[in-house]
């Protein structure tokens, strides 16, 4: 992997104020035979929270074969495949993790490679709070507050809340999970279930993924999805209770909506 420069331009979607960053991805074959392509798939994270870069494709780049399209590398020859990414403002001069999972040619199982350099420029300053960062201290007690961090390296922010729309409220809160395993962790492997009131009513349940099911996550390093699901819009003022099962551990976080 090349590291991260810059984008002069791109045809592709690219959210408002975002920045388009550009990288190079070689494969060589080291091999004394004709050799398929490795089947791959590359995931862009960056920041000490693992957020995800989103992949811009146009028709300029050469980007990665389809699965299916049996790229044939002859001996000591080289494959190149231009990649192109947007990031926020914030995301600028933050680090970045590629990690690139490739199955060869007749395995069953993937390599997982990763990759990690800084993405060119600054962020904006910022007169609001720092984001938490995975070596944010635990918080004690069984009980977490949302946006808190549990011994075990998961943390979930607090609720945004949308308009009210036909009695139900739009909800998204960012989930965060770091592997403190030597070993890349296959995907988030999380369900979370919200409940409303001090009922504990439940109100929804929600299974995310990373960009795909069992995306790996670097070992000592985070990612972060954001979870969307909706909420009576007769909960609004009042407490809220987020347990997530992680693995058959079962950690709860409390916090308000509204």
Same mark, same amino acid.
């Given at each position: 992997m090349a590291p991260f420069k810059e984008a002069s331009s791109s045809s592709g979607e690219v959210p408002a104020g975002w920045s &388009?960053?550009?990288?190079?991805?070689t494969f060589t074959n080291t091999s004394d035979r004709i050799t398929l392509l490795p089947d791959t798939a590359l995931t862009v994270r960056y920041g000490s929270l693992g957020r995800q870069a989103v992949p811009v494709t146009d028709q300029t780049l050469s980007g990665l074969p389809a699965h299916d399209a049996g790229t044939k590398v002859a001996p000591g020859?080289?494959?190149?495949?231009?990649? /192109?990414?947007?990031?926020?403002?914030?995301?600028?001069g933050q680090r970045v993790? &590629?990690?690139?999972?490739?199955?060869?040619? !007749?395995m069953a199982e993937a390599d997982d490679l990763f990759f990690e350099g800084t993405l060119p420029g600054s962020a904006p300053s910022s007169g609001g709070s720092p984001e938490p960062t995975g070596t944010t201290p635990?918080?004690?007690?069984?009980?977490? *507050?949302?946006?808190?961090?549990?011994p075990a390296g998961l943390r979930i922010s607090p609720i945004t809340l949308g308009p009210?729309? !036909?009695?139900? /409220?739009?909800?998204?809160?960012?989930?965060?999970?770091?592997? !403190?395993?030597? /070993?890349?962790?296959?995907?988030?492997?999380?369900?979370?279930?919200?409940?409303?009131?001090?009922?504990?009513?439940?109100a929804?349940?929600?299974?995310? *993924?990373?960009?795909?099911?069992?995306?790996?996550?670097?070992? *000592? #390093?985070?990612?972060?999805?954001?979870? #969307?699901?909706?909420?009576?819009?007769?909960?609004?003022? !009042?407490?809220v209770t987020v347990e997530a099962l992680d693995r058959g551990d079962r950690i709860t976080f409390s916090g308000t909506l509204g």
């Open positions: &388009v960053l550009r990288t190079t991805a020859a080289t494959f190149t495949a231009e990649i /192109r990414v947007a990031v926020p403002p914030q995301g600028l993790t &590629v990690t690139a999972e490739a199955t060869q040619e !007749g635990a918080s004690p007690g069984p009980l977490l *507050s949302l946006g808190a961090w549990s009210d729309t !036909g009695g139900r /409220r739009t909800a998204t809160a960012d989930l965060t999970v770091t592997n !403190g395993d030597p /070993r890349p962790r296959p995907g988030l492997g999380i369900t979370l279930r919200v409940m409303t009131g001090a009922g504990l009513t439940d929804a349940s929600v299974t995310p *993924s990373l960009d795909y099911p069992d995306a790996p996550i670097a070992p *000592s #390093r985070s990612a972060t999805v954001t979870v #969307r699901f909706t909420l009576p819009a007769s909960a609004v003022p !009042g407490p």
